[in-house]
């Protein structure tokens, strides 16, 4: 069982910056696949980025490919995502989520645990 926390969301003015971070406990959370999604409102959750439990791999959706940055302490149990160059279509609930395994997942169906949410508003 792995249980997870994010934070470090808030409002931020378009062109800013954010980091968000993914506290992980539990049974060996290092060894853990991890992801980050997004859900708006009215619309479904969607992948952002994910990284495999080493941290020698990653993954971008296109919409964020170049501005946001994935990355892991697995001696801290952390993961993160520093997003910069902020739009208001950034604008969502940001949930950190993880699976066994060493690969690169991006659909939500494939992770097993998530976080509760922390909310990323991105003001024009």
């Known amino acids: 069982q792995v249980q997870l926390v994010e934070s470090g969301g808030g409002l931020v003015q378009a062109g800013g910056s954010l980091r968000l971070s993914c506290a992980a406990s539990?049974?060996?959370?290092?060894?853990?696949?991890m992801g980050w999604f997004r859900q708006a409102p009215g619309e479904e959750r969607k992948f952002v980025a994910s990284?495999?439990?080493?941290?020698?791999?990653?993954y971008y959706a296109d919409s964020v490919k170049g501005r946001f940055t994935i990355s892991r302490d697995n001696a801290k149990n952390t993961v993160y995502l520093q997003m910069n160059s902020l739009k208001p279509e950034d604008t969502a609930v940001y949930y950190c989520?993880?699976?066994?395994?060493?690969?690169?997942?991006?659909?939500?169906?494939?992770?097993?645990?998530w976080g509760q949410g922390t909310q990323v508003t991105v003001s024009s």
């Open positions: 990284i495999n439990w080493s941290g020698g791999n990653t």
């Open positions: 989520a993880a699976r066994r395994g060493n690969s690169l997942y991006y659909e939500w169906v494939d992770y097993n645990y």
């Open positions: 539990g049974r060996t959370a290092s060894s853990y696949a």
